[in-house]
């Protein structure tokens, strides 16, 4: 597919899938009205309604009347089913490797689509394609793109739930707290978790750092350093980098750190600092691995959140078995207590994996799979 043959459909669903979100909302935003749809995409309020006609038509967009942000009554708003998710992740996978035309103050190159989601993150990707003009892309903010190092940060995939989770994680930056610590055990989807909440970050500068027992301090002071740089030059050292407005730096699988990079990030929290850190942990972190104490927390400094099953709801649709057997169901869930990596695994049929990191039996997966497979 070639950016330039969207058709006005695949462009207002994949506007629509900027707000597609697991959970009802009491309250919609006002972009998933005909207005908003109409602003989104670029196309005259006239079109929309033909164009959401169709797409409920084949099972890719609902209509529902509710509440809408800043509006004191309730109106038509839309939202992109499962099949409609389906469609525009289908969409995007094709145009992340196509060649997109990009103008940038009447300058225009061509750039993939895949480079096209770092810079800006997938959902502000879409909603640059969305508004796509003629096979191009019309760069047209006045204000500084935000800059994003996902070199280290796995793929974005399927997220299911922790809107609380993200609710938290919104909140905290907007405080003046300095750190976010995401603990869970192992499977429980602390990493999946940021990665889906920096998804969701069009104005934040991110850097992602993916940590080992092999990384150093020296590594990450020279990573943060140079990353700052490209958003400020003079930046000179790590206090000044963190210095940064609208900075968030993200600390993946910490639990493995040495400890030069545990004194590293004490001192961190130690200072006053515009920047954000976001840690994810074990929530069996070793005492000698905290990089923070109790006065912290109780200060607001360090923020936590632990991370435990998905909700039901949330398992089902993830488990990928939309007839189960309600009794096969609950017995899923409560032997899996909703963990979305032994999920994840069940729908993918992946014993091997499975018996690796999960403490089940030979003959418990084979009853998990049995029950995966059961329909009402």
């Not at 995409?41 to 800043?70: M, N, Q, W």
């Not at 923020?303 to 949330?314: F, N, P, Q, T």
Request: charged share 30%.
């Amino acid at each position: 597919m070639m950016p330039g043959q969207l058709s006005v459909n695949d462009r207002v669903l994949l506007h629509l899938s900027r707000f597609a979100t697991d959970t009802p909302v009491e309250e919609f935003p006002s972009e998933t009205t005909q207005v908003g749809i109409a602003e989104g995409v670029g196309i005259s309020r006239t079109h929309v309604p033909r164009a959401v006609r169709t797409l409920i038509k084949e099972g890719l967009v609902e209509e529902f009347r509710g509440r809408v942000a800043d509006r004191n009554r309730r109106m038509s708003v839309y939202a992109v089913s499962m099949e409609g998710f389906r469609r525009a992740e289908a969409i995007w996978n094709d145009l992340r490797a196509s060649r997109i035309l990009v103008s940038r103050e009447g300058v225009k190159e061509e750039m993939e689509g895949a480079a096209l989601e770092e810079m800006f993150g997938r959902r502000r990707a879409f909603g640059l394609i969305s508004r796509m003009k003629d096979g191009v892309i019309e760069l047209k903010d006045r204000h500084r793109t935000a800059q994003r190092d996902l070199t280290d940060a796995p793929p974005h995939e399927e997220f299911y739930g922790r809107e609380r989770e993200l609710e938290a994680l919104e909140g905290f930056m907007d405080s003046d707290s300095q750190a976010m610590v995401i603990l869970g055990g192992r499977g429980y989807g602390t990493t999946a978790l940021a990665r889906e909440f920096v998804e969701r970050q069009e104005d934040v500068d991110v850097l992602w750092i993916a940590v080992s027992e092999r990384t150093g301090a020296a590594d990450i002071e020279s990573r943060v350093i140079g990353f700052a740089r490209g958003i400020q030059p003079d930046v000179s050292d790590v206090d000044s980098a963190l210095a940064v407005p609208g900075v968030a730096v993200v600390f993946d699988d910490y639990h493995t750190a040495s400890e030069g990079v545990v004194e590293l990030l004490s001192s961190f929290v130690s200072h006053k600092s515009e920047g954000k850190l976001i840690v994810t942990a074990h929530e069996d972190l070793p005492a000698y691995n905290w990089f923070y104490q109790k006065r912290h927390v109780d200060s607001g400094t360090v923020r936590e959140i632990r991370v435990k099953g998905l909700d039901e709801d949330s398992a089902r649709r993830l488990l990928g078995n939309s007839e189960i057997e309600a009794e096969a169901f609950r017995r899923v869930y409560l032997m899996s207590r909703g963990q979305p990596l032994v999920l994840r695994l069940l729908r993918d049929g992946d014993r091997e994996e499975l018996k690796r990191c999960s403490v089940f039996t030979a003959e418990e997966i084979r009853y998990l799979m049995f029950l995966r497979q059961k329909t009402g």
